[in-house]
């Protein structure tokens, strides 16, 4: 085998993270339909302490084959297994729906949703459908993607642009955690 291509698993997951961030960053800078406006790519600062709570109590399903459920602060043997059967050293959970947790049109919602998987489909990064649903179902479920491969930052970026106050993003050691971008 050539020496170029003898890399350990995690220069070559690192390095496909670079690749997506920046495939991800072209695709979101270059396109100006995609383009928002400054005051819609800030986060707002701080978050409530019910909203934080409500999303470590959000299940985070994951509709692979079998289904499987993540938990904030929880190993996930399920994700791990997975990311490593990819090769994946990351994943994200990341959805474009209710930007700013402010209930959308279904309508709105998918299209938003859509949008983010053509972005995706892009960057050639594995990805998998998926929902965000709190237990006490007051809020309706948030259709989401699992993207595995997907670095921290690229993820942030993401949420930025869809207007997420957060995510949820697992290391190799498959423990799903919740960040704001």
């Not at 929880?74 to 474009?96: G, H, V, Y």
């Not at 930007?99 to 709105?108: D, G, I, R, T």
């Not at 929902?131 to 179902?137: A, C, M, Y």
Request: charged share 20%.
């Amino acid at each position: 085998m050539p020496r170029s291509l003898c890399k350990t698993r995690e220069k070559t997951s690192t390095k496909i993270g670079r690749a997506s961030a920046l495939m991800l960053s072209r695709c979101l800078i270059n396109n100006p339909e995609k383009q928002q406006s400054k005051q819609a790519m800030t986060t707002p600062q701080t978050l409530s302490t019910e909203l934080l709570q409500a999303f470590g109590q959000t299940h985070y399903i994951v509709h692979h084959e079998p289904p499987f459920t993540m938990h904030i602060g929880r190993p996930c043997s399920e994700l791990k297994i997975l990311m490593t059967d990819q090769n994946a050293l990351s994943a994200a959970f990341i959805t474009a729906w209710n930007p700013f947790s402010q209930n959308l049109p279904a309508k709105e919602n998918k299209a938003r949703q859509n949008e983010l998987k053509a972005t995706l489909k892009k960057s050639g990064l594995t990805c998998i459908d998926g929902i965000g649903q709190h237990p006490s179902n007051n809020w309706p479920g948030e259709v989401s993607v699992l993207v595995l491969g997907l670095d921290l930052e690229a993820a942030k970026s993401l949420a930025r642009h869809y207007e997420q106050h957060a995510f949820v993003w697992a290391a190799g050691d498959g423990v799903p955690e919740l960040v704001q971008p």
